[in-house]
């Protein structure tokens, strides 16, 4: 990241520190309240698999092996958390589009979350996004991409409304989140990182829990109000990407510490149950 760019995101993440922070009570109350919830359904969709390696024709790393990595890592941090989980696929097994969606909207009171990696001839290109295409999933887009951007060194691509199949098919909450460019080199090599992967499901299970807080000051105040939301608009109110700010940020939240020492045994427990997949 240039130093230029490190100064924009900064200026950026004050903007969106003292929006949190206003939301700050706000997001304090909600989270008390998530344990106290109906556990919901969350149906982790890991991008392509089988004979649909993802990324482009010559990819060295197969896209299908990191998106499946993250979702099991992720499925046992939100089981950790009594969270139901649902995959649409736990090995390397291609699954149709329909197939997916078809088993996402089997669920009531569910919320869908696809994970992808990025890929594109162009080697500089770089970053997170994180997309959505329904209004009612736009909360959960913006929390997921709060947490992922925050937790990464990656630059911020914004958060994006694209009519992906998987997301205009489905009934319920849809995001697909771009965990980074497989075809950028430093991208690639955080996204070959055990440890980094972990770190991927646990902010996007930090946003999955943080969807009724974080999301909600986007959306009463920015995002929500206008009567359609334009197709893949740059929604760059979300953001963030120092890592250290989003941990000072985070402190705020009194959930904030639930969740290290949570995610930490989980994290653990996802290691030991994925060890094969390391290296
Ligand atoms: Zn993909």
Do not use: W
Request: charged share 20%; aromatic share 8%.
């Amino acid at each position: 990241m240039t130093r230029r760019n490190s100064f924009r995101i900064a200026v950026s993440a004050v903007g969106l520190l003292m929006t949190f922070l206003a939301c700050s009570s706000y997001a304090a109350k909600s989270s008390r309240s998530v344990g106290g919830d109906t556990p919901i359904t969350v149906v982790i969709d890991a991008g392509h698999g089988g004979h649909d390696r993802g990324g482009i024709p010559g990819q060295r790393i197969a896209e299908k092996d990191m998106t499946l990595d993250v979702a099991l890592r992720l499925r046992n941090i939100l089981s950790a958390n009594g969270y139901n989980v649902v995959m649409t696929r736990s090995t390397d097994v291609f699954v149709p589009l329909g197939g997916r969606v078809a088993i996402a909207n089997s669920y009531r009171n569910a919320i869908f979350v696809c994970i992808h990696f990025n890929a594109t001839g162009r080697r500089g290109a770089s970053g997170i996004e994180t997309y959505f295409y329904s209004r009612e999933s736009l909360p959960l887009a913006s929390a997921i991409h709060y947490y992922v951007v925050g937790g990464a060194p990656s630059d911020n691509r914004g958060v994006r409304r694209r009519g992906y199949y998987v997301l205009r098919k489905t009934n319920i909450p849809a995001v697909l989140v771009e965990c980074g460019f497989l075809t950028n080199p430093t991208e690639a090599a955080y996204a070959q990182s055990a440890s980094y992967r972990q770190k991927l499901a646990e902010e996007i299970a930090a946003g999955i829990r943080g969807r009724n807080s974080v999301a909600s000051s986007f959306g009463t105040t920015r995002v929500a109000t206008a009567e359609s939301i334009p197709l893949q608009p740059y929604m760059d109110q979300t953001k963030v990407t120092s890592s250290k700010k989003s941990r000072s940020k985070r402190s705020h939240k009194k959930s904030a510490r639930k969740k290290k020492s949570s995610s930490k045994k989980s994290g653990s427990e996802a290691r030991a149950g994925s060890s094969d997949r390391e290296g």
